[in-house]
């Protein structure tokens, strides 16, 4: 008897509430105020300071089932995106609980996966009208000041706390910019337009003129801050109910309005918007992709080919220990090498080098990954010739003469690097390093023209990579690690890599550090690769929030098929009961989002308890309702909502308030997952436990297990 | 050499197998478990090992049963016949297991000997199987492979009655459409007899929405970045000639066996192997090779050597992939280092780079081949999985679909038409299904109650959130209706479809509960012309299952549970 089998929901369902409490530990990190976390091991009494949701689940070990398929989510979601994991583990949560809610009202398992389901649909289809379209980000760059190769900008780091200042300071630069002359095809005209029904008859005879474009890019500017929208109520009515009825043209209609209302096309707003709070990370970010762009530039001579942000191309070099003054970017590779090394690196400055790359491990023993090495072979001598070398020296030798042969002074190695070479070389002043990034790797093939190869006997001509040049990253022994370690960077004309140096007094805080920068880095990066972002500060959540309340309080029409879900294609009397029970499916839905804002407007510190953000939300979620549109009335009341949600202390300087954004793709993805993996938790009934698990499963808790 | 001798231990015999508790309760434990996965809105299972290994959610027979260990021979024949029917039509697992088990249960109830019941179970199956391929039947509609609709409604049904799949209504539009596409790209454009379908490949990329999903004609081969920068700096000539190795390029040796191999001192074997690993890349060179695919490694060196002349080398292309390498290219796979005859060299039209997701792929483009892959993305792992065995699924039953161009109504429809099919016919016409073999006209109707009470409670399964099931009493399908005191009288505005979607609810079809006990009707044959005609207009669409699985599934769950009827004795070996 090897197999044991659980039912899992009698009366509550288990899983559900596994994945609710697990959510529940990772509550603290939604919102831009995080607070961090302890964990500590009881057994070897070590404990690792964590502030993601990530790094928390890393740190527990989640052996249910249905936490593991909560890890392996949440891991999903960070290997594709690198953002939105937070999201996904509390709105898992929230909506097990909402999950359980309809349970225990009677709703059959089957109408709550359909109409969940379809609404979160609905809901990604409505938050459309609140994308901000990102287009010609890097046609402003010319303006901004140069970055020459070796200024390197410095930033203070606050990573805890906001910095509405100087994000306000980003907001004037950019005001100042708008009256600049050469920018004129943004500002030809300031006359604010009352209501969409002036406005597009207005567009339409423009058009035929030739400078509909010009009027657009105008009135992106207009309303660039202050939304210009005065619907009549009248109007709304009838424009929302047209588009319930026809969610494809609504959607057309709404979308075209927004793209009229909002744009975003500087990347120091686009980056204070993404930065949720975390100036500092963001700031090395946004100079990361100037230093990019501009090396671009450079390297086609003109900017003919669209600039794509190449984010493999970005590494990061973090010194724990040292003071946060030093955190810079670069162009060229930073590495920290031993402190050793000092004296060679100072004679290898200033000179070109040559360099050889190798993909494997730099070792005598090293096989390439495939050849399986024969134990079962011996050598016999032939003569009784005294061997004087070991076969390591004999290799070493052999490597030594063919760099000198080749004049490579540097040797970047992907794997393992043998000591005895490295020492060896060093005396002939050649830098080896190893555990080199694929990337870097791949990026200094491709600068220098050298060929990675396998083994160090495969080098020819061919192969050497030509013009390095290697230097201290600052004075020499200014900076060193607690390792003992020296950063030296190493650079080519063509290259294109640039790093991120990242200092932290604190060494515990290092890891959060750089999963930071990596967020906002991977923020920018979707909202490039997208050309979109979503207006942030929760407002598409307060979008889905509000649009959900709406769709539950409507009768669902006959013949409306669209919200069926797979239910549509059956004829069992699910689907004929739908409607009974829909409302409740929505209304439990939304709930999930409800407390997805009440915490997160907690969490950020600008209301006492819950229950005060959560009359806040229910104030505005009533306009919002009220105003019979949702999406034009946050378009309309967005400064208000999303000061309420991120800072009210400055809410008498709504002008200035900066717009936040979020990531489209990523955001949407991490809602899906979480509602998947709650639905998939749901339909589930019975635990199997395969292979010998279940001698380990103890008497006292046989009690509800089957055999087979 | 010590040897242990222990005394055999006796071996175990026991009678009647299936009267004692314990098997009748693991029966319906592996019932209920089988039960409550079937169909579109059944309950999924989470398999693991309980030590924090993968978990696995699955409602579908072939992940289950190779996942459940089951003991007694009763149960590993029921699990052993229904994998082996699921090996071979990938399809209708549960629809056997589930079948099996409810005729075992049911006719345990009647007192009638065990020969007559095999007999008479034989004969029930012998009439169903017949009038399911006569032309009379009422509940299966001919396949046009000119009709999409239909082939669509059949992939459909078939990802819809997968709920671990985690699809909604717009990704099951979008898997259907590109299996079909994938399924049409296998049929060579020349129909010489007899036809050779080709393959689909399925390429996993996980992580992905499901809709970045797609088909591509020809091979895909993943490959690292380094490579294909590698790759990318050959020049590019079509067609090109490739040559196929299944044998490992790294330069190790062949296994030398047991014993040592004694080298003396100045002789490298590695640098020998290298230097006959060289020369035939020579070989490859001086016959103008321009595409080296191998299943296993090549030896870093070999590829520089190949790609400074100009040849494109891919290593680590996996035993999967062989296959339809060979088709696509016509190339011979090469087992062996020694010198290539002319022959099994091939050649492709062209190739190309792409890049999905993170991952970047050589793709292959044939000039005329019938191999297509089919990119696959899901969010999860688990639902990946899932996913993955759904296509394989759908893709081989439409190979099924070509050789009998035949599909079954679904949702329970052709379970319950069958089952008023089979009563009608026992009471009026019971000579139809009884042969002159001594079996009494009493005892024919008791099993065949037992046999159409298992049809119709397999039908039943389809329910998991306590409906009650309806049948009509004109064409015997399927209907489904919320439970609970709801008068009888107007039925008709309850019901909007059957089971499958061919009949819509009218006043004049009358319908009872499927459990209570009703006169036998003759459930009206041969299904009217117009119910098969899907336009994509419409709303509704049809359920549909493969007709050669279901006939094979009804016919195993019959044997095997006359086999399991029949079992005398247990005779257990316990050293």
Known sequence: ?708 | MLSRLEAKKPSLCYSEPLTTEKVRATLSVLKGILTSCYGPSGRLKQLHNGMGGAVCTTSQSAVLLRNLSVTHPILKILTTSVQNHVSCFSDCGLFTAILCCNLIENVQKTDLTVTTTIKLNTHLLNFCTNYLRSEVCGCRIPVDFSNTPILLCLVRSILTSKPACMLTRKEIDHISVLILRAFLLTIPENTEDPIILGKSIIVPLKGQRVTDSTVLPGVLIEVSEVQLMKILLVRKSSPLKVVLFSTSLSGDFSDPGEGNVVVSDGVFLENAVLDQLINLGRQLVSDRVELVLCQKVIHPSLKQFLTTHQVIAIDRVGVMLMEPLSKVTGAQPIGSLGSISPGSYGSVKDWCSAKFGCKHFFHLIPNEATVSSLLLCNRSDTAWDELKLTCQTALHVLQLIIKEPWVLLGGGCTETHLAAYIRHKTYEEPGSILQDDGCTQAELQLIAEAFCSALESLAGSLEHDGGEILIDMKYGHFWSIQAGPSSVVNWTDLLSRCGCGVYSSQEELGWSFLRSTCHPFVPQTCLPHESWEVSPQSAHSLTLDCLTAKLSGLQVAVETANLILDLAYVIEDKS
């Open chain 1, 1 to 708: 008897m090897v197999m044991a089998c659980r039912v899992m929901n009698k009366r509550r369902h288990m899983g559900l509430q596994q994945l609710s409490s697990f959510a529940e530990t990772g509550r603290t990190f939604l919102g831009p105020v995080k607070s961090s976390k302890f964990i500590t091991d009881e057994e070897c009494h070590e404990s690792v300071l964590v502030s993601s949701t990530v790094r928390l689940l890393e740190s527990l070990e989640m052996t249910s089932a249905t936490g593991q398929l909560l890890n392996e989510a949440v891991q999903a979601q960070n290997d594709t995106y690198r953002t939105g994991a937070t999201t996904l583990l509390f709105l898992a949560g929230a909506w097990s609980s909402a999950v359980e809610e309809c349970l225990h009202l009677g709703v059959p398992i089957a109408i709550i996966v359909s109409v969940m389901s379809e609404a979160l649909n609905s809901c990604s289809e409505e938050v459309v009208s609140l994308q901000v379209p990102v287009h010609n980000i890097f046609d402003h760059m010319g303006s901004t000041k140069a970055i020459s190769e070796l200024e390197t900008v410095s930033v203070s780091l606050c990573p805890f706390l906001q910095d509405p200042s100087g994000a306000s300071s980003v907001q004037e630069e950019h005001d100042h910019r708008d009256g600049v002359p050469q920018l004129t095809t943004y500002n030809l005209s300031r006359r604010p337009v009352k209501s969409p029904k002036f406005f597009q008859p207005d567009a339409k005879i423009e058009a035929g003129e030739n400078t509909s474009q010009t009027l657009k890019n105008s009135l992106h500017t207009d309303t660039f801050r202050k939304s210009i929208f005065i619907h009549s109520r009248h109007f709304n009515r009838t424009d929302n109910n047209q588009g319930i009825h026809k969610p494809d043209r609504f959607q057309e209609q709404r979308g075209a309005t927004t793209f009229q209302t909002y744009r975003c096309d500087d990347l120091a707003e686009l980056a204070v918007g993404l930065s949720h709070g975390d100036h500092s990370s963001m700031k090395l970010v946004e100079e990361a992709v100037r230093l990019q762009y501009q090396n671009a530039c450079m390297q086609q001579g003109n900017c003919g080919v669209p600039f794509v942000f190449d984010i493999s191309r970005l590494f990061t070099c973090t010194l724990p220990g040292l003071p946060e003054t030093f955190s810079c970017v670069c162009p060229g590779y930073i590495m920290l090498v031993s402190i050793s090394c000092a004296a060679l690196i100072k004679e290898l400055q200033n000179q070109p080098i040559r360099v050889v790359l190798i993909e494997g491990d730099l070792t005598e023993s090293y096989r390439h990954l495939g050849f399986n090495k024969s134990t079962n072979i011996k050598t016999v001598l032939d003569s009784v010739k005294l061997q004087e070398d070991s076969s390591e020296e004999l290799w070493a030798n052999h490597v030594l003469q063919l760099l000198i042969q080749f004049n490579v002074n540097l040797i970047l190695v992907k794997g393992n690097v043998s000591e005895h070479l490295t020492e060896k070389c060093m005396h002939s002043k050649r830098l080896v390093v190893g555990s080199v990034n694929g990337h870097v790797i791949q990026a200094f093939a491709e600068a220098t023209g050298a060929v990675q190869v396998a083994y160090i006997t495969q080098v020819n001509e061919d192969c050497v990579g030509n013009g390095i040049s290697v230097a201290f990253w600052r004075k020499p022994l200014d900076v060193v690690d607690r390792n003992n370690r020296i950063p030296v960077l190493l650079k080519t004309e063509r290259i294109n890599l640039i790093t991120a140096v990242l200092a932290s007094p604190v060494s515990a805080q290092m890891q959060t550090k750089e999963d930071r920068f990596w967020t906002c880095a991977y923020r920018i990066y979707h909202a490039l690769k997208e050309e979109k972002v979503f207006l942030g500060g929760s407002a598409v959540e307060f979008l889905c929030l509000s649009h959900l309340q709406i769709l539950a309080e409507q009768p669902l029409q006959k013949g409306d098929r669209a919200c069926l879900g797979w239910l549509r294609d059956t004829s069992s009397w699910l689907a004929s009961s739908l409607a009974i029970y829909r409302p409740t499916v929505l209304k439990c839905l939304a709930n999930g989002w409800y407390k997805y804002l009440s915490v997160l407007l907690y969490n950020t510190a600008s209301y006492s308890s819950e229950l005060e953000a959560s009359t806040f939300i229910q104030h505005h979620l009533q306009n919002a309702i009220g105003s019979g549109s949702p999406s034009s009335y946050i378009l309309k009341e967005y400064s208000k909502l999303a000061s309420g949600i991120f800072n009210s202390s400055i809410s008498n300087k709504l002008e200035q308030f900066p717009r936040v954004y979020d990531v489209v793709t990523p955001k949407i993805e991490a809602w899906r997952r979480a509602l998947d993996l709650v639905l998939l938790v749901l339909q589930t009934d019975s635990e199997i436990i395969t292979g010998l698990g279940h001698v380990q499963i103890n008497s006292q808790k046989l009690e509800g297990f089957l055999f087979l």
